[in-house]
């Protein structure tokens, strides 16, 4: 009913007495526009066949007609009394020319197939599992591995450790020199003389 009306307005706009519609774009087209013509052959003809089908759809399901039909006992029942009349071409026009099959199989289906192939195997498997996960998280923690690891705590500690270790053993070993005894001091102190007397003898004399 509302394309009905919608159709009967959309008549209406192109009257012989407004023309409103072959002016509705006028000022888009500009010079390419075209004034539209009302051709009357057309308009009786038209008019013509839409009042048939009318009389046609009337006909078919008036009433008394349709009454009858659904009398019948539903095992000898068409499910349309157009079927009778059109046979295959009803199957093909309620199939809408199979437009939607055709559609899912040569749009829908494919879409499907690559969205699915896109998000599971692209997305997910290869740049999730993959590249993120393995790549570059795995690589992150190998990396951050060898720096913790390695280089931290086997060479920046090991040397940090190591002359802490050093430290700890000169100290142990100078500590045994702190004996307390005087004639230990006074042995060291006749040895340094000893060696700044040597090396001021073997060198020559500093002061010429």
């Known amino acids: 009913m509302v394309l009905a009306g919608l159709s009967v307005l959309g008549g209406l706009l ?4 407004l023309k409103t519609f072959g002016i509705w774009l006028e ?5 390419n526009l075209h004034e539209g013509e009302f051709v009357l052959l057309i308009a009786v003809i038209s008019t ?8 046609l759809g009337w ?13 019948m006992p539903a095992a000898k029942r068409q499910d349309d009394p157009l079927r009778v009349y059109i046979g295959p071409v009803f199957e093909v026009l309620k199939n809408k020319y199979w437009v939607d099959e055709l559609y899912w199989t040569v749009i829908l289906n494919p879409y499907i197939s690559l969205s699915r192939f896109l998000a599971d195997v ?15 998280a795995g690589g992150y923690d190998l ?18 450790n190591g002359l802490g270790t050093l430290a700890q053993r000169s100290a142990g070993s100078l500590r045994r020199v702190q004996t307390g005894y005087v004639r230990n001091y006074a ?3 006749f040895l340094g003389v000893v060696i700044i007397l040597g090396y001021l003898i073997l060198a020559g004399n500093p002061l010429k």
């Open 187 to 189: 042995l060291f102190i």
């Open 14 to 17: 192109n009257f012989p007495s």
């Open 143 to 160: 990396l951050t591995r060898l720096l913790a690891v390695q280089i931290d705590l086997g060479i920046i500690d090991g040397i940090a």
């Open 27 to 31: 000022h888009t087209l500009k010079n």
């Open 59 to 71: 006909w078919l399901y008036n009433p008394r007609r349709y009454e009858s039909f659904w009398a």
């Open 48 to 55: 013509i066949l839409a009042l048939l089908a009318i009389f």
């Open 122 to 136: 692209v997305d997910w498997r290869f740049w999730h599992d993959w590249f993120h996960d393995k790549v570059l």
